[in-house]
């Protein structure tokens, strides 16, 4: 009997998917995202010409105050429409409260503005709008920078992903979107700077207000008003016929490459941060996930390291795998690896993998990085030595580690840095890749070890201040309730997709259970009215980890999807083996055609998704024992119906058909 709601299996919330009204302005078209304030996807045809619009209200720590929307008002036409809204953005000590207005013109003229005041007396880092250039239609290529002091600058969009600002002191900017035909930018308000945000895994250049150069935090008196406004449009001719977006198409097409295949990475988890320790089931679970590794973190200047290490230690040994363990020193590096060295002794513990951090440096120098090796290599000289950033790509890329004196780089990240809802996390996809192939630019040939993956952020990085813990009743910062969703399992494929194919040597996800691992302890959540896990059970995720887990030494061939934020997946090969993994990113149903698949024949197809999702996690042996049901295939073609957020497996058939 089902226990848990439909919203709750599709995304952790017993809520509906967030509405969208669909806008026009002559012949642009836009989304508009009521719960969040958010202009989505304005396009002129296929092309998109600006990736987002809003306004954000971000405190002294860089945390985004979410919005509460009222009194939307929403007239819509053919060729133009106007939408007026009221924002309160209300947390803590932050109190702010905007009247929001968008309108769009027959010309395709389209401007967002927000004039707001402060209710309260507050530190902020951030008031104010921020508009999102988007990756593909824009990186590498030429845009024009009109400066607030008049003059002109002319350069190109970053290709790998830039450390720093690469436009600053910006009035507007343009950029070509058809032949002799360019979108300019306006900003009024405030004076605007542009940020690389694949930094962050965003998939976006992004434009806000208020330079990083001004001091930070900075004090906002009650009755403070703040009013800006952006504009686009369109300069030069517009074609009369524009061919229509894929993201808009009634089928997704997934087509498998045909260039040789990447090794699939090695893929772990992390130490369950809870403490417990694992139970026989659990551990049997786990098992069935082939894991490389399971990574621990290890504070050497707080005594209860030491338990630590040995917890996962034990925990590694009866998984049968090895740790990649993270060590944080101090100024008394010399003392701590020191005794780090007899606590490994004490526990026996098998390291493959060290990960070498600083707690005053990001990343750790050359310095901490030779002493470490030289009290480790004492341990186990097989195990490799690696330094970068335990926090964002963004560390990492504006600092550089040492890598002459390194095995491997590392880095590791998030998809919630900046935005929140469900679209944001699926844009950044495939900006995990581009984060591999930038490291590479500055890394070289090292192996490049990306630890961990979580959905929220483990630790602020850049606080100037104390930061608050949760509320009392309410979540923990890094924990997610899509952790336990069908949508957790969905995004899981799409990141895994996107570092193995970009050439990543190692990926470390999550824990190993509790609500920020793979399954929920047999105690179940602490937040039940929150965190609404089933005790005992996997999440849908589990089921992505174990298909990988089947292919663990093979290869990953490159695929592409038509409609990538909609329908996404990986092709997977071992010892003449293929599989096919597909997930649906989307709260709609979705209609995919595989393009050659490979398969042969025959194929089976086994599916999770709301009809059998709370089973497969009650029951996940029983789940995976079903071999699936047949697919209908057209020579080296398949069309599959996939539900939302559903995660579909595809694999050849060899047997009798039934």
């Not at 250039?133 to 002319?154: M, N, S």
């Not at 707080?302 to 020193?329: F, K, M, N, T």
């Not at 608050?468 to 009743?473: C, T």
């Not at 609500?515 to 089921?543: D, Q």
């Amino acid at each position: 009997m089902r226990v848990l709601p439909k919203n709750v299996l599709y995304h952790g919330r017993d809520e509906p998917p967030a509405e969208r009204i669909r806008l026009r302005a002559g012949p642009v078209s836009m989304i508009f995202e009521p719960e969040t304030a958010f202009v989505r996807y304005i396009r002129l045809g296929d092309r998109e010409i600006v990736r987002g619009i809003y306004a954000a209200v971000r405190d002294q720590h860089w945390r985004t105050i979410l919005p509460r929307v009222s009194n939307l008002q929403v007239q819509s036409g053919e060729n133009e429409c106007r939408v007026t809204f009221d924002v309160d953005c209300r947390e803590r000590e932050v109190h702010f409260s905007w009247r929001g207005t968008i309108t769009g013109e027959p010309d395709g003229t389209v401007t967002f503005a927000m004039d707001g005041v402060t209710r309260s007396t507050f530190l902020r880092n951030r008031i104010g709008i921020c508009v999102l250039h988007p990756i593909a239609e824009c990186a590498g290529r030429l845009c024009v920078v009109e400066k607030v002091d008049g003059t002109i600058e002319q350069d190109d969009f970053p290709h790998y992903i830039k450390p720093h600002q690469p436009f600053t002191d910006m009035r507007a900017i343009h950029h070509e979107v058809l032949p002799g035909l360019r979108a300019e930018v306006r900003f009024e308000g405030d004076v605007f700077e542009m940020e690389d945000q694949r930094n962050w895994t965003d998939a976006s250049f992004k434009t806000y207000s208020g330079p990083l150069r001004r001091p930070l935090p900075a004090e906002v008196k009650e009755g403070t008003r703040i009013a800006q406004s952006v504009t686009v449009r369109l300069n030069g001719e517009t074609p009369a016929e524009l061919p229509a977006a894929p993201a808009d198409a009634p089928e997704v097409v997934f087509t498998v490459g045909n260039k040789p295949p990447v090794p699939l990475p090695r893929i772990g988890l992390g130490v369950a941060s809870h403490g417990q320790a694992l139970t026989d089931a659990e551990l049997e679970r786990l098992k069935a996930l082939n894991l490389a590794h399971l990574r621990v973190d290890l504070k050497l200047s707080q005594p209860e390291y030491r338990d630590v290490l040995a917890q996962a230690a034990l925990q590694a040994d009866q998984l049968g795998v090895s740790l990649e363990a993270a060590v944080s020193l101090t100024d008394a590096a010399e003392e701590e690896l020191s005794g780090l060295v007899h606590e490994l002794e004490k526990a026996k513990a098998r390291v493959a993998t060290w990960l070498i951090f600083h707690e005053a440096e990001k990343p750790a120098t050359e310095r901490w990085v030779q002493l470490a090796r030289r009290h480790l290599s004492s341990y186990d000289p097989e195990a490799k030595i690696g330094a970068g950033s335990n926090a964002n790509f963004t560390e990492l890329n504006r600092e550089r580690p040492p890598v002459g004196a390194l095995d491997l780089a590392c880095y590791s990240l998030n998809p919630q840095v900046h935005t929140f809802d469900n679209a944001s996390m699926v844009e950044t996809l495939r900006t995990q890749g581009w984060t591999v192939e930038s490291a590479r630019q500055f890394v070289g040939d090292l192996p490049i070890a990306v630890s961990p993956v979580t959905l929220k952020r483990r630790f602020a990085p850049h606080v100037t201040g104390p930061e608050a813990g949760a509320e009392p009743g309410e979540l923990p910062p890094p924990v997610d309730a899509r952790q336990m969703s069908l949508f957790g399992g969905s995004w899981t494929l799409g990141s895994l997709k996107y570092l193995s194919e970009s050439g990543a040597r190692s990926v470390t996800y999550y824990e190993t259970t509790g609500w920020r691992g793979v399954m929920e302890t047999e105690s179940g959540s602490p937040v039940p009215e929150k965190f609404r896990s089933i005790p005992g059970a996997v999440f849908p995720l589990y089921h992505v980890f174990a298909d990988v887990g089947e292919f663990a030494g093979g290869s990953v061939v490159r695929s592409a999807s038509s409609a990538p934020l909609r329908v996404d997946g990986m092709v997977l090969e071992n010892e003449g083996r293929r599989c096919i993994l597909l997930a649906n990113m989307s709260p709609e149903p979705q209609q995919v055609r595989v393009l050659r698949h490979g398969l042969g024949a025959r194929a089976r197809v086994r599916r999770l998704d709301e009809t059998n999702a709370e089973q497969a996690m009650r029951a996940p042996e029983a789940f995976r024992e079903d071999a699936g049901e047949l697919a209908a295939m057209a020579g080296d073609e398949l069309e599959l119906s996939l539900a939302p957020y559903a995660y579909v497996r595809v694999d050849s058939d060899h047997g009798d058909s039934s």
